[in-house]
């Protein structure tokens, strides 16, 4: 039970850290999401918390 509380803790308050850990855990950088998120500038922004990650975004991620 407090795994799943903690776990829905991080994904609403740190989603951008769960993305970071599993480019790390795949072996990607930033450059591999451009066609997934947008582009180069784009993705820098979601991942420096400049912008934040819309629906479409989202479900393009989770695809991956």
């Given amino acids: 039970m407090l ?3 903690i776990d829905a803790y991080e994904n609403k ?3 951008i850290e769960a993305i970071k850990i599993r ?3 795949m072996e ?3 450059v591999d999401l451009v066609g997934v ?3 180069k ?3 820098s922004e979601i991942l420096n918390r400049k912008r934040k990650l819309t ?3 989202i479900r393009n991620l989770t695809l991956k």
């Fill in 3 to 5: 795994g799943l509380l």
């Fill in 13 to 15: 308050h740190y989603p």
């Fill in 23 to 25: 480019m790390e855990e």
């Fill in 28 to 30: 990607l950088k930033q």
């Fill in 37 to 39: 998120i947008g582009g």
């Fill in 41 to 43: 500038s784009r993705v």
């Fill in 55 to 57: 629906v479409e975004m």
